[in-house]
């Protein structure tokens, strides 16, 4: 069972930039799809971005294609978020998530798919 800890949040300028990183550990990092979700205050958990075991697929949300980059190092069993032009509306707490249910390069948009979460990060955007 692969254990998630997410890093890199905080306190950031409207405008700024941000990488979170999310380090794995207890299972073979390359067997698991990983999600990035977001949660606002008052508001439900929404996906932000995925990728694939060996990272040849990834998706994001339409709405956050263009500021929002997802890799992988499988090497450091670590996923990144990168995140640019910071706004206030991109506050929340940010959850890595993994998930070994699928083959091949499917990629799940859902939270329901993921059995595996960290216990997230803030990031608090400043205006």
């Known amino acids: 069972q692969v254990q998630l800890v997410e890093s890199g949040g905080g306190l950031v300028q409207a405008g700024g930039s941000l990488r979170l990183s999310c380090a794995a550990s207890?299972?073979?990092?390359?067997?698991?799809?990983m999600g990035w979700f977001r949660q606002a205050p008052g508001k439900e958990r929404e996906f932000v971005s995925g990728?694939?075991?060996?990272?040849?697929?990834?998706t994001s949300r339409d709405s956050m294609k263009g500021r929002f980059t997802i890799s992988r190092d499988n090497a450091k069993n670590t996923v990144y978020l990168q995140i640019n032009s910071l706004n206030a509306a991109d506050t929340a707490v940010y959850y890595c998530?993994?998930?070994?249910?699928?083959?091949?390069?499917?990629?799940?948009?859902?939270?329901?798919?993921?059995?595996?979460w960290g216990q997230g990060t803030q990031v608090t955007v400043s205006s």
């Open positions: 998530a993994a998930t070994d249910r699928n083959g091949g390069t499917y990629v799940p948009l859902v939270q329901e798919a993921y059995d595996y």
């Open positions: 207890g299972g073979i990092f390359s067997r698991y799809v």
């Open positions: 990728i694939s075991r060996i990272g040849g697929t990834t």
